[in-house]
T-cell receptor, first 119, second 113 residues
Framework: DAGVIQSPRHEVTEMGQEVTLRCKPI?????LFWYRQTMMRGLELLIY????????DSGMPEDRFSAKMPNASFSTLKIQPSEPRDSAVYFC?????????????????FGPGTRLTVL | DAKTTQPTSMDCAEGRAANLPCNHS???????VYWYRQIHSQGPQYIIH???NNETNEMASLIITEDRKSSTLILPHATLRDTAVYYC??????????????FGTGTRLTIIP
């Protein structure tokens, strides 16, 4: 499996522009997570989905951020309008529902991230 | 989720065992201890997890104290590729609605040649 795929890997844009980050989770995974990482705030969860339905979006910073998962193999994180303080590395992760009885880990598999710079 | 405390940084000589401590004194009975690491410029990577028994896999060993208030991640023979930030996370697992991982500041482990 190719793992979690994110695009683009790097994005440089100007303040006020719309930015769309894309994620393809591992095939068959039930959960998809969006995280953001900055030096100041570390790694923080923005939103996550189960079977394409948003479960927890309490980490989304403000209305400028939106996330969608139109199908099991694709998700987007959109920032409109973008601001310099949105500059960060955005990670997508996916995981599989694992029954407790299996003793397997409900591991989250992370993508390589998208480094966003807003000028 | 219970809060964890880890040293900010540690060094370890290549080939030696790296022992990374984590305190989680407020852990509750249904919370697991998870370890992830993040190598520079990459996404975090799962290492190991446990509830109360010691665990071992191909990457590491996890030792959890009997009172579960602390744990130690052991990398038995550290290599330069183990240089990374290591995160100890305590969370309720296998519980719908509690799938989120809350990352702290972690321990920056540097393997010295």
């Amino acid at each position: 499996d190719a793992g979690v795929i994110q695009s683009p890997r790097h994005e440089v844009t100007e303040m006020g522009q719309e930015v769309t980050l894309r994620c393809k989770p591992i095939s068959g995974h039930d959960y998809l997570f969006w995280y953001r990482q900055t030096m100041m705030r570390g790694l923080e969860l923005l939103i996550y989905f189960n079977n394409n339905v948003p479960i927890d979006d309490s980490g989304m910073p403000e209305d400028r951020f939106s996330a969608k998962m139109p199908n099991a193999s694709f998700s987007t994180l959109k920032i409109q309008p973008s601001e310099p303080r949105d500059s960060a590395v955005y990670f997508c992760a996916s995981s599989l529902i694992v029954p407790k009885s299996s003793k397997a880990a409900d591991t989250q598999y992370f993508g390589p991230g998208t480094r966003l710079t807003v000028l | 989720d219970a809060k964890t405390t880890q040293p900010t940084s540690m060094d370890c000589a290549e080939g030696r065992a790296a022992n990374l401590p984590c305190n989680h004194s407020t852990i509750s009975g249904n919370e697991y201890v998870y370890w992830y690491r993040q190598i520079h410029s990459q996404g975090p990577q799962y290492i190991i997890h446990g509830l109360k028994n010691n665990e071992t896999n191909e990457m590491a060993s996890l030792i959890i104290t009997e009172d579960r208030k602390s744990s130690t991640l052991i990398l038995p023979h550290a290599t330069l590729r183990d240089t990374a930030v290591y995160y100890c996370i305590v969370r309720v697992a296998f519980d719908f609605g509690n799938e989120k991982l809350t990352f702290g500041t972690g321990t920056r482990l540097t393997i010295i040649p």
